[in-house]
């Protein structure tokens, strides 16, 4: 049986470190898949920088071209459909989506975040897990849906919150994890295509990966928690 890579489309918004370990992961043969575009928000982002170097394409949507948030989410759309990605990773990039984007690839987009979801979903997570005083925190993907960090879980990591923490030192712990969770769920997914190589593609996406994870992402899509905070511009 032949593998087949699973094209990636990875948007971002700035430093591009997660992105960085998926590229040196596929370079590396340790994930079949390929990056077929980067869609940033922000033009001057590292991450595009990083992609450009990496020989990947990359493009630019940013919300101020456009008159509303639908249409920007439809310009968004429009750069990551031309790609035919499987799968829409969300590597800090530091905007909620709404139905105008999400709809076009149901059950196909993944987040990370760099927190034990559901505590201290939104911004400065780690900030939050500090000012709190949890003892462990740790990094999240998870689909994503209308709200803020609020869909179906796919995998999480655990780290430790050392006695003597500060936000820069947290934050670099829960990240060495971040890059191999996300390099290992998207590896996870690909096989998972490919045992279903008969089936189109998107339904794959949807289907099987929603019952495997016990859950009906097109059920929590829509449903949305109406949480609005933080990163959202628009
Ligand atoms: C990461 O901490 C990620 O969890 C969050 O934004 C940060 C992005 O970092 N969503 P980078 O741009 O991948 O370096």
Redo the contacts with the bound molecule.
């Keep these: 049986m032949s593998i087949r890579s699973i094209r990636l489309a990875v948007l ?10 998926i590229v040196d992961a596929v370079r590396a043969g340790r994930l079949q898949a390929s990056v077929e575009v980067v869609v940033s928000d922000v033009a001057d ?3 595009v920088a990083r992609a450009r170097e990496g020989g990947v394409p990359a493009a630019v949507v940013r919300r101020r071209d456009y008159p509303s948030r639908a249409e920007f989410e439809l310009a968004l759309a429009g750069a990551v459909e031309k790609a035919r990605p499987d799968l829409v990773v ?5 905007r909620l989506l709404g139905p105008a984007f999400l709809d076009r690839f149901p059950g196909r987009v993944i ?4 927190s034990l979801l559901p505590a201290f979903p939104g911004l400065e ?2 900030k939050q897990a500090l000012e709190y005083g949890v003892k462990f925190s740790g ?1 999240t993907v998870h689909y994503v849906d209308y709200g803020m960090d609020s869909g179906a879980i796919i995998d999480q990591r655990v780290v430790e919150v050392m006695p003597g923490d500060d936000v820069d030192s947290l ?1 670099a712990r ?2 060495e994890q ?1 890059h191999e969770l996300l390099v290992g769920v998207i590896g996870r997914m690909g096989e998972q295509m490919n045992e279903h190589v008969n089936e189109p593609v998107n339904e794959q996406m949807s289907e099987q990966m929603s019952e495997q994870m016990g859950r009906r992402i097109g059920g929590k899509i829509g449903e949305g928690r109406g949480v609005r905070r933080g990163r959202e511009q628009a």
């Design positions: 971002v918004s700035g430093r591009g470190s997660n992105l960085q370990a982002a590292p991450a969300l590597a800090g990039f530091m987040n990370i975040h760099p997570a780690q990094c934050s829960i990240l971040e």
